[in-house]
């Protein structure tokens, strides 16, 4: 009897077509051991939260992963490529078109108003800005104000709209809520998984709010050097 073969996927092939980042092997320290041998796969649609006590290495693992730092040792695959590898105008390149960093600084331009701020992400990326998505974050209101009047969490929400005006295929967010009441944390937070979902992008959340963290689809914490999975 022939063997009749079939062209339908397995889950393992899907789950590699999906996958947009990988780490293998990560290890780093400064004067002192951060982490070892870290090993994490972030999925299209998926959402990822670090946690850990203050000083665990969260900020510098995300900051590996995003490619503003080269592990001691380890290897990080944008798809199939390792970014550690790559020169200066290709990080360049993909900070500019597939990541979105969100940092605990805003690095807002504080000579412009926040319409300007949105203008040059708008620019560089050739999208224009959404409107819904300035309402969404509360922010719609604050456009013509230069960025020293506005408050900390003002200039949070609008960083977020900034980055998420370049409709990136990976989020890498460190405390994004940091300077948010809970409310307002919460609904940013929202904005966040829906462009996930909707773009089918990724995000990797580092926070020291757990409620906040186990919303996402995965929690993982660092702990003794290793990077356990807790949900």
């Known amino acids: 009897m022939n063997t009749i073969e079939t062209n339908n996927p397995t889950p393992q092939t899907l ?16 004067d002192y051991p951060l982490f070892d041998n870290i090993d994490l796969a972030l999925h ?8 850990g006590a203050s000083g665990c290495g969260k900020s510098t693992l995300l900051n590996i992963l995003s490619s503003l730092l080269i592990p001691n040792h ?10 550690c590898t790559l020169s200066q105008k290709k990080l360049l390149e993909l900070r500019r078109n597939i990541f979105g960093i969100i940092f605990q600084a805003h690095y807002l331009f504080r000579g412009f108003s926040a319409t300007e701020n949105l203008q040059i992400a708008e620019f560089l990326s050739g999208n224009t800005i ?3 998505l300035l309402k969404r ?13 506005l408050s900390g969490g003002q200039q949070q929400r609008l960083s977020i709209a900034r980055i998420l005006t370049k409709k990136p295929k990976i989020i890498f967010a460190d405390e994004p809520t940091g300077n948010l009441d ?4 919460k609904e940013v937070m929202d904005v966040l998984f829906e ?31 290793k990077l356990e999975r807790v949900k």
Not at 74 to 83: A, D, L, M, R
Not at 137 to 149: A, F, R, V
Not at 182 to 185: E, G
């Open 15 to 30: 789950q590699n077509k999906s996958l947009l980042l990988n780490a293998k092997g990560i290890s780093h320290n400064f």
């Open 44 to 51: 299209k649609s998926e959402t990822i939260a670090i946690i």
């Open 74 to 83: 380890g290897e990080v695959f944008y798809e199939n490529t390792n970014i």
């Open 130 to 132: 959404d409107k819904d």
């Open 137 to 149: 974050l509360k922010i719609d209101h604050i456009l013509h104000q230069g960025i020293g009047e």
């Open 182 to 185: 809970k409310t307002t944390a």
């Open 195 to 225: 462009y996930v979902a909707y773009e089918k992008a990724g995000m990797i959340l580092v926070t020291h709010e757990e409620d906040l963290a186990f919303l996402c689809d995965k929690v993982y914490k660092i702990n003794d050097l």
